[in-house]
Antibody, heavy 124, light 105 residues
Framework: QVQLVESGGGVVQPGRSLRLSCEASGFSIRSYGMHWVRQAPGKGLEWVSFISHDGSNKYYVDSVKGRFTISRDNSKNTLYLQVNSLRVEDTGMYYC?????????????????WGQGTLVTVSS | DIVLTQSPGTLSLSPGERATLSCRASQSVSSNYLAWYQQKPGQAPRLIYGASSRATGIPDRFSGSGSGTNFTLTISRLEPEDFAVYYCQQYGNSWTFGQGTKVEV
Protein backbone atom coordinates (compact mmCIF):
# COMPACT_ATOMS: atom_id res chain seq x y z
CA GLN A 1 0.00 0.00 0.00
CA VAL A 2 0.99 3.64 -0.34
CA GLN A 3 3.30 4.81 2.41
CA LEU A 4 5.14 8.09 2.96
CA VAL A 5 7.80 8.36 5.66
CA GLU A 6 9.30 11.73 6.53
CA SER A 7 12.62 12.28 8.29
CA GLY A 8 15.19 14.99 8.90
CA GLY A 9 13.43 17.16 11.43
CA GLY A 10 15.01 18.31 14.66
CA VAL A 11 15.76 21.20 16.97
CA VAL A 12 17.77 23.99 15.36
CA GLN A 13 18.66 27.58 16.10
CA PRO A 14 17.23 30.44 14.05
CA GLY A 15 19.14 30.99 10.83
CA ARG A 16 20.24 27.36 10.51
CA SER A 17 19.26 24.79 7.89
CA LEU A 18 17.76 21.33 7.62
CA ARG A 19 16.96 18.93 4.81
CA LEU A 20 13.70 17.07 5.17
CA SER A 21 13.14 13.82 3.30
CA CYS A 22 10.04 11.86 2.40
CA GLU A 23 10.56 8.29 1.25
CA ALA A 24 7.67 6.82 -0.68
CA SER A 25 6.70 3.20 -1.13
CA GLY A 26 3.82 1.39 -2.77
CA PHE A 27 3.81 3.75 -5.74
CA SER A 28 6.22 5.60 -8.01
CA ILE A 29 6.55 9.30 -7.22
CA ARG A 30 7.62 9.97 -10.82
CA SER A 31 3.95 9.80 -11.76
CA TYR A 32 2.63 12.23 -9.14
CA GLY A 33 2.89 15.80 -8.01
CA MET A 34 4.04 15.98 -4.39
CA HIS A 35 3.60 18.51 -1.61
CA TRP A 36 4.91 19.64 1.74
CA VAL A 37 2.33 20.85 4.26
CA ARG A 38 3.13 22.10 7.75
CA GLN A 39 1.25 22.51 10.99
CA ALA A 40 2.41 24.74 13.83
CA PRO A 41 1.77 23.31 17.32
CA GLY A 42 -1.95 23.49 18.08
CA LYS A 43 -2.68 25.25 14.80
CA GLY A 44 -4.15 24.43 11.40
CA LEU A 45 -2.68 23.16 8.18
CA GLU A 46 -0.59 25.35 5.89
CA TRP A 47 0.41 24.30 2.40
CA VAL A 48 4.14 24.98 1.90
CA SER A 49 5.37 23.73 -1.45
CA PHE A 50 4.59 21.66 -4.55
CA ILE A 51 6.69 19.95 -7.19
CA SER A 52 5.16 18.57 -10.36
CA HIS A 53 5.54 14.94 -11.37
CA ASP A 54 8.37 15.76 -13.74
CA GLY A 55 9.96 18.46 -11.57
CA SER A 56 9.28 21.18 -14.12
CA ASN A 57 6.99 23.22 -11.86
CA LYS A 58 7.69 24.26 -8.31
CA TYR A 59 5.50 26.49 -6.14
CA TYR A 60 5.93 27.92 -2.66
CA VAL A 61 3.85 29.77 -0.12
CA ASP A 62 5.04 33.39 0.02
CA SER A 63 6.47 33.11 3.54
CA VAL A 64 9.10 30.54 2.48
CA LYS A 65 10.05 31.79 -0.99
CA GLY A 66 13.79 32.21 -1.29
CA ARG A 67 14.44 30.11 1.83
CA PHE A 68 12.95 26.69 1.05
CA THR A 69 13.68 24.50 -1.97
CA ILE A 70 11.66 21.46 -2.97
CA SER A 71 13.22 18.68 -5.02
CA ARG A 72 12.75 15.06 -5.87
CA ASP A 73 14.89 12.04 -6.73
CA ASN A 74 12.67 9.71 -8.68
CA SER A 75 15.35 7.00 -8.72
CA LYS A 76 15.20 6.91 -4.92
CA ASN A 77 11.44 7.49 -4.84
CA THR A 78 12.11 10.33 -2.41
CA LEU A 79 10.93 13.91 -2.01
CA TYR A 80 13.03 16.57 -0.28
CA LEU A 81 12.62 19.99 1.26
CA GLN A 82 15.75 22.04 1.91
CA VAL A 83 14.88 24.59 4.57
CA ASN A 84 17.34 27.44 5.05
CA SER A 85 17.41 30.59 7.17
CA LEU A 86 14.96 29.02 9.59
CA ARG A 87 12.77 31.26 11.71
CA VAL A 88 10.93 30.60 14.96
CA GLU A 89 7.67 30.76 13.01
CA ASP A 90 8.78 27.80 10.84
CA THR A 91 8.34 25.54 13.87
CA GLY A 92 5.89 22.73 13.30
CA MET A 93 5.16 19.29 11.95
CA TYR A 94 6.07 18.95 8.29
CA TYR A 95 4.03 16.45 6.27
CA CYS A 96 4.61 15.27 2.76
CA UNK A 97 1.52 14.49 0.73
CA UNK A 98 0.73 12.97 -2.64
CA UNK A 99 -1.60 14.26 -5.32
CA UNK A 100 -4.57 12.04 -6.04
CA UNK A 101 -4.27 12.60 -9.80
CA UNK A 102 -1.41 11.30 -11.87
CA UNK A 103 0.88 13.54 -13.88
CA UNK A 104 -0.19 16.74 -12.18
CA UNK A 105 1.75 19.85 -13.12
CA UNK A 106 -0.10 22.34 -10.94
CA UNK A 107 -3.26 22.39 -8.83
CA UNK A 108 -6.58 20.58 -9.59
CA UNK A 109 -5.95 17.54 -7.35
CA UNK A 110 -6.61 16.88 -3.66
CA UNK A 111 -4.03 15.07 -1.51
CA UNK A 112 -4.93 11.42 -1.05
CA UNK A 113 -1.98 10.15 1.00
CA TRP A 114 0.01 11.76 3.79
CA GLY A 115 3.02 10.79 5.84
CA GLN A 116 3.11 10.93 9.63
CA GLY A 117 5.27 14.02 9.60
CA THR A 118 8.64 15.16 10.89
CA LEU A 119 8.88 17.80 13.61
CA VAL A 120 10.96 20.93 13.10
CA THR A 121 11.61 23.10 16.14
CA VAL A 122 13.37 26.41 15.68
CA SER A 123 14.51 27.87 18.96
CA SER A 124 17.47 29.71 20.38
CA ASP B 1 -5.02 34.14 -2.59
CA ILE B 2 -8.29 32.42 -1.81
CA VAL B 3 -9.11 32.55 1.90
CA LEU B 4 -11.31 29.80 3.35
CA THR B 5 -13.34 30.48 6.46
CA GLN B 6 -14.82 27.52 8.31
CA SER B 7 -17.71 27.65 10.74
CA PRO B 8 -18.37 26.94 13.45
CA GLY B 9 -14.98 26.73 15.11
CA THR B 10 -16.26 24.01 17.42
CA LEU B 11 -19.31 21.79 17.05
CA SER B 12 -20.49 20.01 20.20
CA LEU B 13 -22.68 17.02 19.35
CA SER B 14 -23.48 13.50 20.51
CA PRO B 15 -23.07 10.20 18.69
CA GLY B 16 -25.98 9.62 16.35
CA GLU B 17 -26.54 13.31 15.70
CA ARG B 18 -26.10 15.09 12.37
CA ALA B 19 -23.09 17.36 11.85
CA THR B 20 -23.08 20.22 9.34
CA LEU B 21 -19.75 21.93 8.71
CA SER B 22 -19.45 25.05 6.57
CA CYS B 23 -16.61 26.36 4.43
CA ARG B 24 -16.85 29.76 2.77
CA ALA B 25 -14.36 31.00 0.18
CA SER B 26 -13.30 34.62 -0.38
CA GLN B 27 -13.78 34.09 -4.13
CA SER B 28 -15.33 31.44 -6.29
CA VAL B 29 -13.52 28.10 -6.18
CA SER B 30 -12.70 27.01 -9.70
CA SER B 31 -14.72 24.00 -10.87
CA ASN B 32 -15.57 23.23 -7.25
CA TYR B 33 -12.05 22.07 -6.50
CA LEU B 34 -12.83 21.79 -2.81
CA ALA B 35 -11.76 18.94 -0.52
CA TRP B 36 -12.35 17.98 3.10
CA TYR B 37 -9.84 16.32 5.42
CA GLN B 38 -10.20 14.72 8.84
CA GLN B 39 -7.45 14.90 11.44
CA LYS B 40 -7.39 13.13 14.78
CA PRO B 41 -4.93 14.03 17.58
CA GLY B 42 -1.41 12.88 16.83
CA GLN B 43 -2.33 11.70 13.35
CA ALA B 44 -1.83 12.96 9.82
CA PRO B 45 -4.81 14.39 7.96
CA ARG B 46 -6.90 11.99 5.90
CA LEU B 47 -8.80 12.85 2.72
CA ILE B 48 -12.54 12.50 3.28
CA TYR B 49 -14.01 14.17 0.22
CA GLY B 50 -12.44 15.53 -2.92
CA ALA B 51 -12.94 15.71 -6.66
CA SER B 52 -16.71 15.81 -5.90
CA SER B 53 -16.72 12.35 -4.35
CA ARG B 54 -15.89 10.46 -1.18
CA ALA B 55 -12.36 9.20 -0.91
CA THR B 56 -11.62 5.49 -0.92
CA GLY B 57 -12.93 3.72 2.17
CA ILE B 58 -14.93 6.67 3.50
CA PRO B 59 -18.41 5.63 4.68
CA ASP B 60 -21.49 7.06 3.00
CA ARG B 61 -22.56 8.95 6.12
CA PHE B 62 -20.10 11.60 4.89
CA SER B 63 -21.31 13.82 2.07
CA GLY B 64 -20.07 17.02 0.49
CA SER B 65 -22.04 19.69 -1.30
CA GLY B 66 -21.85 23.26 -2.48
CA SER B 67 -20.48 25.38 -5.26
CA GLY B 68 -18.92 28.74 -5.94
CA THR B 69 -18.05 30.16 -2.53
CA ASN B 70 -20.18 28.06 -0.17
CA PHE B 71 -19.48 24.43 0.66
CA THR B 72 -20.76 22.00 3.28
CA LEU B 73 -19.59 18.70 4.73
CA THR B 74 -22.40 16.71 6.33
CA ILE B 75 -22.00 13.72 8.59
CA SER B 76 -25.45 12.17 8.73
CA ARG B 77 -25.07 10.21 11.97
CA LEU B 78 -21.98 10.73 14.04
CA GLU B 79 -20.05 7.65 15.04
CA PRO B 80 -17.55 7.76 17.94
CA GLU B 81 -14.64 7.66 15.47
CA ASP B 82 -15.91 10.79 13.67
CA PHE B 83 -15.00 13.17 16.49
CA ALA B 84 -12.01 15.02 15.09
CA VAL B 85 -10.94 18.26 13.40
CA TYR B 86 -12.08 18.80 9.82
CA TYR B 87 -10.35 21.07 7.31
CA CYS B 88 -11.58 22.26 3.96
CA GLN B 89 -9.06 22.91 1.19
CA GLN B 90 -9.32 24.57 -2.18
CA TYR B 91 -7.05 23.33 -4.94
CA GLY B 92 -8.37 25.28 -7.91
CA ASN B 93 -5.96 28.19 -7.61
CA SER B 94 -2.86 27.24 -5.69
CA TRP B 95 -3.72 25.50 -2.44
CA THR B 96 -5.18 26.85 0.79
CA PHE B 97 -6.79 25.34 3.87
CA GLY B 98 -9.48 26.61 6.16
CA GLN B 99 -8.68 27.03 9.85
CA GLY B 100 -10.60 23.90 10.84
CA THR B 101 -13.77 22.87 12.66
CA LYS B 102 -13.48 20.68 15.73
CA VAL B 103 -16.31 18.20 16.18
CA GLU B 104 -16.41 17.23 19.84
CA VAL B 105 -18.65 15.27 22.18
Amino acid sequence: QVQLVESGGGVVQPGRSLRLSCEASGFSIRSYGMHWVRQAPGKGLEWVSFISHDGSNKYYVDSVKGRFTISRDNSKNTLYLQVNSLRVEDTGMYYCAKDQSEYSNAWYSPFDSWGQGTLVTVSS
Amino acid sequence: DIVLTQSPGTLSLSPGERATLSCRASQSVSSNYLAWYQQKPGQAPRLIYGASSRATGIPDRFSGSGSGTNFTLTISRLEPEDFAVYYCQQYGNSWTFGQGTKVEV
